[in-house]
């Protein structure tokens, strides 16, 4: 199983980044996928998670302003970000998930957001 993250970077407040996901090793279009971020020193918390199904859901912090998809045929998935805040700041993680979005099994490596002046 393999998760490679891409499309970090350093982005003013206010701005939008869409981070992606390449998936390979398992069958994809079966897996529930989940975003996570964590801020050195502070927990891990997840973001964001999409069902095989399509069925999406969104942490309080970041629903309205982020947006998970999912394409089976590149096996990717992807988080648009919009109207990035300073705490928007982290490290963000993609991994597999079960029956609960936040029951992980592989993680990819994390691509770093920055979201500052």
């Known amino acids: 199983v393999q998760l490679v993250e891409s499309g970090g970077g350093l982005v003013q407040p206010g701005g939008s980044l869409r981070l992606s996901c390449a998936a390979s090793?398992?069958?994809?279009?079966?897996?529930?996928m989940s975003w996570a971020r964590q801020v050195p020193g502070k927990g891990l918390e997840w973001v964001s998670g999409?069902?095989?199904?399509?069925?999406?859901y969104y942490a309080d912090t970041v629903k309205g302003r982020f947006t998970i998809s999912r394409d089976n045929a590149k096996n990717t998935v992807y988080l648009q970000m919009n109207s990035l805040k300073p705490e928007d700041t982290a490290v963000y993680y993609c991994?597999?998930?079960?029956?609960?979005?936040?029951?992980?099994?592989?993680w990819g490596q994390g691509t770093q957001v920055t979201v500052s002046s």
């Open positions: 090793g398992f069958t994809f279009s079966s897996s529930a």
């Open positions: 999409i069902y095989s199904d399509g069925s999406r």
């Open positions: 991994a597999t998930a079960g029956d609960l979005l936040d029951e992980y099994g592989y």
